[in-house]
């Protein structure tokens, strides 16, 4: 089993702030999963941005243009699953 990157009570948090009045344990399990996924993606891409400008540190730069390739990439949903 993979090591949780995201806490429960923050991912419960996430939920609660975006109007939810319930949130079921399956959801945040879920809302858990699909964080972990993306921001898995988004660091990869920084690590390439990094790599193509031959440095080994990982800048914000990097990171927000890795964001942006992202959304603007139209991420792929069964990708998250």
């Keep these: ?44 891409r920084a690590v390439l941005f990094a790599d193509d400008a031959a440095r080994f540190r990982v800048e914000s730069e990097d990171v927000r243009c890795a964001m942006k390739e992202f959304l603007e990439s139209g991420f792929d949903r069964r990708k998250l699953k």
């Excluded at 923050?10 to 959801?27: M, P, T, Y």
């Design 1 to 44: 089993m993979r090591k949780r990157r995201f806490s429960y009570n923050n991912c419960r948090i996430i939920l609660r702030k975006a109007g939810a009045r319930q949130v079921s344990e399956e959801a945040v399990e879920e809302l858990r999963k699909t964080i972990d996924n993306v921001a898995l993606d988004i660091a990869k």
